[in-house]
Structure formats: structure tokens, C-alpha cells
């Protein structure tokens, strides 16, 4: 039987996605040959690549504004580091919500100068910093827009005029934002897009080349951007299916369409956190994430009880990060909201046991 699926990463595809998916590794599209052993050259590879970089523009309103998509490997942690390469010239500003915001400053450290504009690291990041300022004479700020560890989520993001970088692995697609106050957006699939191995870099073209420093290729947004992002092989089989989970994202009315089930679900989720008296939210109300809800036990004696309920129900992934604690209910796109609705149901009952 089908688990109620509410891992943080890598998480859940929609059904359709993995039937398809799997077809492919067996014999693509009727050809007698499977995916991943064809050239990813062919005219049925270069196809596929082409269309998924046309549906990261397309869904996020960023066509014909001087963004190009990428496909890439090595994880948003290698964003890290690649974004500091291709921007840092003298000084950065970063946003500290979390461990990613914090593995993020520590890469771009090693090549420059990095200031923290802010940060929520006294509070175990429970909360996201506001009304801090950016210096206008650094060369970018860097936010993480979801904290899927903490369960917070920038609702808005601050005026900026210099380049403007968001780490969005684990919300991308799940609501509607004005996308292009982003110059580089960058996300691992494999929270709401696809499996792992692949890296989504959307980039604004104009604000590359201005750095000194000398780039190795692997790193250099402008020779993946000329190379149409096949500058080396591409994890083929992540972005056929992340170019599958975009069609379905689409199908589905694209990001508004699917905006309104993820704030269903995230409704649904927290009022019963709230209600309940046996749980407690952790994070600030105002910063809670649509798509990481994070809260514990207030009696940790009713663990075991609620731990072997929840696996009776089918309830798989919603053990909490070790730096929190507790339960984290990740809530991505392909989440359907029945199951929700199996978690708050397990978790009313527990309240009436107790
Ligand atoms: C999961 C995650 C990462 C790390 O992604 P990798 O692909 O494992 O490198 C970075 N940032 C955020 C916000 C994440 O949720």
C-alpha cells in the first residue's frame, strides 16, 4: 500500500510522475532503447532538456526577461561555493534563517568577504529577521526563501538594488512570488521537483562576467548557459523526471493552481497543531512554512503511543531534524491533501486517548 509520504528530502512524486518515469528507463517513448542508455546528444535527449529549461521559464513568468535555466549537478550545496565564484568581487551580504544559510556563507567565505545582513540563530532560527539593511555597494544579497529544517518561510523578500540570490530548494514551484526581483535562483529537485542529482540554477544573464577572479568551467554559469546546459553529461534521468513533475505541475494550472493546495494543506496542518494541546508549533506563526511544518510533544511520555499510531495509519517520513527535534511535516507539491488530513486525524485521536 501507498505511504502517506511526508519526507523532507529526497520526498514525494506524483504517481503519474514515477509510472512514467519508470516506463522510460525501460524502453523511452516507444524507441527500443531506454533513457539513460542513449546519448544524452540524441535529438530525444537534447529535446527533453530543452523542453524542461522552457517550463522552469514558463511556470515561474520569467520568459523573454533575460533569464536562462540550468540543469545542473552537485547538489544546491555546490551553489554555495558557485555563486561566490561567478559574483563575489569584494563583499556579500547573506541572510542567516538556518544551517543552509549557514553552510552557504561558509563557501562563499573562502573566496571573499561576507557579512551577515542579519540573522535568527539566537532563537534556534525560529523566526525570520526583518527590517535589516543592505549596503548598496555589495556585490549580492543571499536569502534561502524556505528553512526546511526549521520550518520558516520569507513571506516577503526586501527591497534590493544589487543582485538579488535566493536558495528556494525546497519551495520552489509552491507559490506565486514575482520572480524576476531574483537575479539567481537556485534549487536541488528533490524536494518539489524531481529526483535527486539535479540542480535547477535559473539566472539572470546580465549580471554575470563581472567578477576578476579567473572561473573554472565546471563553475561558470556563462559556459553551462553557452553550452546549453550540457557542458558535461547531464544527470539525464533527473531531468527527464523533473521535466515530467513540471508537465504535471502545469497540467494542474501551474504555480497558482497548486498554491491554493499547498495553503490548504498548510491550514489544515497548523490549525491542528494549534488546537491540539498535546503539540506546539515551533516556529513563529507569522515565518511558518507552507511546505516544512515543524512542532513537538508537549508530554514526551505519549512518544511511543503516537509513534506507533502514526505508522499504523501509513504515516511515513514526519520524524523531526536532529537540531529541532520533535516532527516536521513536509508538505510539498505531490503531497496530496488526504494525506494531511491521515496525519491530523492520528493526531485528534491522540488527543482523545490522552
Ligand atoms: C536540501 C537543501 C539544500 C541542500 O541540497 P543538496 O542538493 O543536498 O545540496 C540546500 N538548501 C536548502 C534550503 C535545502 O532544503
Given at each position: 500500500m501507498k505511504k502517506h509520504n511526508f519526507s523532507a528530502g529526497p520526498s514525494i512524486l506524483p504517481q503519474e510522475v514515477l509510472l512514467k518515469a519508470s516506463e522510460a528507463i525501460v524502453d523511452y517513448d516507444n524507441s527500443g532503447l531506454s533513457l539513460i542508455e542513449i546519448s544524452h546528444r540524441s535529438k530525444a535527449f537534447v529535446d527533453v532538456m530543452e523542453k524542461a529549461r522552457?517550463?522552469?521559464?514558463?511556470?515561474?513568468?520569467?520568459?523573454?526577461?533575460?533569464?536562462?535555466?540550468?540543469?545542473?549537478?552537485?547538489?544546491a550545496s555546490s551553489q554555495f561555493l558557485m555563486v561566490a565564484m561567478n559574483l563575489l568581487e569584494k563583499r556579500a551580504g547573506y541572510l542567516n534563517t538556518g544551517a543552509w544559510s549557514q553552510k552557504a556563507i561558509k563557501e562563499a567565505k573562502l573566496l571573499d568577504d561576507i557579512y551577515e545582513v542579519a540573522s535568527s540563530g539566537e532563537a534556534n532560527f525560529n523566526y525570520i529577521p526583518k527590517g535589516y539593511d543592505i549596503p548598496s555597494d555589495y556585490?549580492?544579497?543571499?536569502?534561502?526563501?524556505?528553512?526546511?529544517?526549521?520550518?520558516t518561510q520569507m513571506k516577503a523578500f526586501p527591497k534590493c538594488d544589487i543582485p538579488m540570490v535566493c536558495d528556494m530548494s525546497s519551495d520552489i514551484f509552491s507559490r506565486q512570488l514575482d520572480f524576476s526581483q531574483f537575479d539567481i535562483i537556485y534549487a536541488g529537485a528533490q524536494k518539489n521537483m524531481g529526483p535527486a542529482g539535479t540542480t535547477l540554477v535559473v539566472v539572470k544573464e546580465d549580471i554575470l562576467g563581472k567578477v576578476?577572479?579567473?572561473?573554472?568551467?565546471?563553475?561558470?554559469?556563462?559556459?553551462?548557459i553557452k553550452q546549453g546546459s550540457m557542458f558535461n553529461t547531464p544527470p539525464v534521468f533527473a531531468v527527464y523526471t523533473s521535466m515530467l513533475t513540471l508537465e504535471w505541475l502545469k497540467g494542474l494550472g501551474g504555480i497558482p493552481g497548486i498554491e491554493i493546495e499547498n495553503e490548504k494543506k498548510a491550514r489544515l496542518m497548523y490549525s491542528e497543531i494549534d488546537l491540539n494541546p498535546l503539540f506546539k508549533g515551533f516556529a513563529m506563526k507569522e515565518d511558518r512554512s507552507d511546505m516544512n511544518a515543524t512542532f513537538n510533544l508537549v508530554n514526551d511520555n505519549l512518544k511511543d503511543t503516537?509513534?506507533?499510531?502514526?505508522?499504523e495509519a501509513g504515516i511515513s517520513g514526519v520524524n523531526?531534524?536532529?537540531?529541532?527535534?520533535?516532527?516536521?511535516?513536509?508538505?510539498?507539491?505531490?503531497?496530496?491533501?488526504?494525506?494531511?488530513?491521515?496525519?491530523?486525524?492520528?493526531?485528534?485521536?491522540l488527543e482523545s486517548k490522552a
Open positions: 522552457a517550463l522552469v521559464l514558463e511556470l515561474l513568468g520569467l520568459e523573454g526577461k533575460g533569464y536562462k535555466a540550468l540543469f545542473l549537478q552537485g547538489g556585490d549580492y544579497f543571499h536569502c534561502t526563501s524556505n528553512n526546511t529544517i526549521f520550518g576578476s577572479r579567473k572561473i573554472p568551467s565546471i563553475m561558470d554559469y556563462k559556459i553551462h503516537f509513534e506507533t499510531m502514526l505508522k523531526g531534524h536532529r537540531s529541532v527535534g520533535g516532527y516536521r511535516a513536509s508538505m510539498y507539491n505531490a503531497l496530496p491533501l488526504d494525506s494531511v488530513k491521515a496525519l491530523v486525524e492520528v493526531m485528534s485521536e
